[in-house]
C-alpha cells in the first residue's frame, strides 16, 4: 500500500525503527544533511522488537525496508539497535545482493562503536538496550574491534521501550523501572564513566535517567555519532550521494494510528509533522 501519489519520487532517505525510537536519530541526521528527502516508518503496530527472535525482527525489518525501497528510497538507515543487531547483516550480505539496483542499508551500532571508546577515561562503558541488542552480543563484539583495551558492561532493560511507547516517561512507574537498571548496572561495574544509550528510544527517558545515574558519568545518545557518520558515508560514496533528491522534504508513516503517532512524533521530532498509516505484513 502506498501513502499518496507524490511520495513516490525517487531518491530519498529511509529512517526505520519499531516505533518512535527512530526519530531522535532522525532529528540529528536532518540537522546535519537538511537538504535531503526523508521518509520515516515507524512499526509501531509490531513494537516493541526488542524480546522478539532473530527470526521475527529479522523478518518485521525486511518486509519494513523493501516497503521503503518500493516507495523510493535508494539509502535505509536502520535507526534501531535491535534490528541493526539481529538483521542488517543478513539484509546486507543476502538480501542486497539479490536486487538489481544499487540502494543499500546502513545501521546504528557501527557508527557508534566505530566512536565510544574515545569518550571513556575510565575505560569502562555502560551499554544501555533491549534484550535482543545485549544478548546479540554486538556491542562488546563491535567496540573490541575498534578499542580492544575497553570493557563494556551491558544492561537489559526491557521495559524501557514500553514506557517511550505508552508515554509513560516521566512519574512514578518511570522511575521505578529506570532506577532499577541503572542502579543494577552501576553496582557491577562502579568504574563506568560513560553511559551508552544503545536503543534509539532511550534518549526519550533521558528525563529520568539523568536522576538516578552517578555525577560526572557521561551520558551518550546515538543521534548525533550517527549523523557524523552518515555525512562521512555520503562523502565517500558520492554514487549513492548523486542518487538522493534534495527537495528537502519529510513523511511518516506508521503501521499504527496515525493520529497518536503525529502528537507523539511530534513532541520527539521537535516539530509539527503529518503522518499516513500504512499497513506492513501481518500484525
Ligand atoms: N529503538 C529500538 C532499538 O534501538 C527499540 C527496539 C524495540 O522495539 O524494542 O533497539
Known sequence: MTISKESISQGKIGIFDSGYGGLTVMRSIVDALPGYDYLYLGDNARAPYGNRSFETVYQYTLECVNWLFDEGCELVILACNTASAKALRQIQQVDLPK????????????????????????????????EGTVKSGSYPIEVAKFFPQVVVEQEACPMWVYLVEHNQREGEGADYFVRQHVDRIFQRNPKIDTLLLACTHYPLLTKTIQKFIPEGVKLISQGGLVAERLVDYLVRHPEMEARLRRAGTRSFVTTDDPETFEKQASLFFGEPIVAYHVEIGQH
Open 99 to 130: 536486487r538489481k539496483d544499487s540502494k543499500r542499508v546502513l545501521g546504528v551500532i557501527r557508527p557508534t562503536t566505530e566512536q565510544l571508546g574515545l569518550m571513556t577515561q575510565s575505560g569502562v562503558v555502560g551499554v544501555m538496550g533491549t
